[in-house]
């Protein structure tokens, strides 16, 4: 029954019974890269310094994230209309747009492409079940519930380090959301 289900390691036992042994839970399925998570903290330097322009190489001593991986952020994140560079000695990025007018969605979009949960969701569906599919629409109302709930973030949003972090239950259970320690 189990023998095949990520995230889980069997031992048969004496007899006919399997027990399972060591749950290792199965990687997360909706998570940003960490491509995405560094774009993001680039963002957030922009906006605590907006109105300057920020030039890569001191984003990069700023943040921690190396020059090459910052080079690569801000072309992705300038080629989508998030950031605006400036050339010559002074020159640098800053942010197109207020950071309340960017959104989650907006930072996904620039460098993950957009948010599909399931290839029937994507603008360019090349599932070959998805005529006789049961669940599909299913999915994609759970696709546009969480591109909305994306859309409705801001970046102004995401620097508000003092509001209160969100209580999640599972299974009737609550889920404590914990900063990790470094």
Sequence with gaps: MYENHPGYSLRREIGLKWSLIDFQPPDPMLRISKLTDYGT????????NRGSVCSAAEVATA??????TVSKLF??????????????ANGGYQLSRAP????????????EGPVSIT?????????EHEGVCSVGGAWQRINVAIRHALDEVSLHDLLRSSRPVPQFR????????????A
């Design 41 to 48: 903290v680039l963002l957030a330097h922009l906006a605590t």
């Design 63 to 68: 943040t921690g994230i190396a020059m090459p």
């Design 75 to 88: 072309k992705s994140l300038g080629r989508a209309g998030l950031v605006v560079s400036t050339r010559g």
């Design 100 to 111: 309340s007018d960017i959104s989650a969605a907006d930072v996904i979009d620039a460098l």
């Design 119 to 127: 290839e029937c969701s994507a603008s360019d569906s090349q599932c």
């Design 170 to 181: 599972f299974g009737g259970l609550p889920i404590s959301v914990e900063k990790k320690d």
